[in-house]
């Protein structure tokens, strides 16, 4: 973790980033579980906090497609007050950072390192196709998630899933973000409340976003 008065240039991440630690958290791909009431008391048992908020976005495969490639390209977590770098498209294993600006716009630029744990997506056919399941026909449903996790360094340990999916009965389209964390940092511990209120104001902000971006970018 690294603060700065001005937002941090590329070269200033990269290099802050190849001085990275490894994972700070032992819970590596725990945002998978939790959609699980037990598995969620388990890790508040743990210390850990779980947030999950969900948003519609669209409408039918087209605005599903859309949706995968803002995820794809961290589109989501643009924001202006928060930014990725380096923006290459997401991959499995992949090292980036996270810049925020702890209480825009006046406030200082904080650089927290993250790793690109998992990338899946997960898709269900109608019954007669599941006969065929090489053939890339007759999905009714599917889900394209990601999960990033914290790096020593963070102010936080743990994790956040991003994930968008398509409803196999009325086509509806869900963003959602899901996560994980506690302190890992002398002044998250002691900011801790200040810390929530930033992550929950992150989820807020970029699941309007989102809604928002899809509604205005809408084909006609």
Request: glycine share 6%; hydrophobic share 35%; net charge positive.
């Amino acid at each position: 973790m690294t603060f700065s008065l001005f937002k941090p240039t590329r070269a200033k991440v990269e290099e802050f980033l190849s001085t990275a630690g490894e994972l700070n958290y032992d819970e590596k791909c725990g945002t998978r579980g939790l959609a699980d009431e037990e598995e969620v008391s388990r890790l508040k048992s743990k210390g850990y906090r779980v947030c999950r908020r969900s948003v519609a976005i669209g409408e039918g495969w087209s605005d599903y497609r859309r949706a995968v490639a803002k995820l794809k390209q961290w589109d989501h977590i643009q924001l202006g007050w928060t930014t990725v770098v380096p923006d290459a498209p997401v991959k499995k294993g992949s090292d980036v950072c996270l810049c925020a600006r702890l209480l825009p716009p006046i406030g200082a630029w904080v650089m927290n390192p993250l790793n690109t744990v998992y990338v899946e997506t997960k898709r269900t056919k109608v019954p007669l196709l599941n006969l065929v399941p090489i053939l890339p026909l007759g999905y009714n449903s599917s889900r394209f998630s990601f999960a990033a996790g914290t790096k020593k360094g963070h102010l936080l340990a743990g994790e956040e899933r991003f994930s968008v999916s398509i409803d196999k009965k009325d086509k509806s389209v869900t963003y959602e973000i899901s996560s994980l964390s506690k302190p890992a940092h002398l002044l998250s511990r002691v900011g801790y409340p200040l810390v929530c209120l930033l992550q929950s104001g992150f989820i807020r902000h970029s699941t309007r976003s989102m809604a928002r971006k899809m509604r205005r970018e809408k084909p006609l």
